[in-house]
T-cell receptor
Framework: GNSVTQMEGPVTLSEEAFLTINCTYT??????LFWYVQYPGEGLQLLLK?????DKGSNKGFEATYRKETTSFHLEKGSVQVSDSAVYFC??????????FGAGTRLTVKP | DTEVTQTPKHLVMGMTNKKSLKCEQH?????MYWYKQKAKKPPELMFV???????INESVPSRFSPECPNSSLLNLHLHALQPEDSALYLC??????????????FGDGTRLSIL
């Protein structure tokens, strides 16, 4: 079945550091891929998405590219801020299954 | 501000109480979802409503009873809950049900504590 594997962390970075959170997936069809972010005390917010191979999703300085050949959708940001501290979930959905979430990666950015 | 509104934000109840969680969206979405999220875990799907009909029940105990009175509202009725049911309960909606590759929009959740 479909599944998502992401680095669990926690990840601790200094402000302005480069961020990568790895995400790989297993799917039988052609899923759409998502990154959600959950700030403390809140629900999940859609951060970015990509619906087909080689698509790049981007938002708020974050980027992720849908790589079919490596079944990956790694999240990157060139310069993190303290306000980026949150839990990040990689997720996929396809025409036949509900949304599948990775385990989540907690990011802490220190000033 | 989220476009999916959940009430109450916090709820403390005893194991013999009956309470309800409420969720509302006005985005014209026709699929609505209930998730349970334990600390440091991803959300776990409980129920899916599509066009106001229950389409998925992920083997959830009968002490949780969902209801979809109309296309904008989703309720979760709680009765005789157990301490292990303490969690964050998230509501979400999407334009259509799974299978359309649509993103889901989440509310901020109800933090439920069972005494």
């Amino acid at each position: 079945g479909n599944s998502v594997t992401q680095m669990e962390g926690p990840v601790t970075l200094s402000e302005e550091a480069f961020l990568t959170i790895n995400c790989t997936y297993t799917a039988t069809g052609y899923p759409s891929l998502f990154w959600y972010v959950q700030y403390p005390g809140e629900g999940l917010q859609l951060l970015l998405k990509a619906t087909k191979a080689d698509d790049k999703g981007s938002n708020k300085g974050f980027e992720a590219t849908y790589r079919k050949e490596t079944t990956s959708f790694h999240l990157e940001k060139g310069s993190v801020q303290v306000s980026d501290s949150a839990v990040y979930f990689c997720a996929l959905s396809d025409p036949f299954t509900d949304m599948r979430f990775g385990a989540g990666t907690r990011l802490t950015v220190k000033p | 501000d989220t476009e999916v509104t959940q009430t109450p934000k916090h709820l403390v109840m005893g194991m013999t109480n009956k309470k309800s969680l409420k969720c509302e969206q006005h985005m014209g979405h026709r699929a609505m979802y209930w998730y349970k999220q334990k600390a440091k875990k991803p959300p776990e799907l409980m129920f899916v409503y599509s066009y106001e009909k229950l389409s998925i029940n992920e083997s959830v105990p009968s002490r949780f009873s969902p209801e979809c009175p109309n296309s904008s509202l989703l309720n979760l009725h709680l009765h005789a809950l157990q301490p292990e049911d303490s969690a964050l309960y998230l509501c979400a909606s999407s334009l259509r049900e799974m299978g359309s590759n649509q993103p889901q929009h989440f509310g901020d959740g109800t933090r439920l504590s069972i005494l």
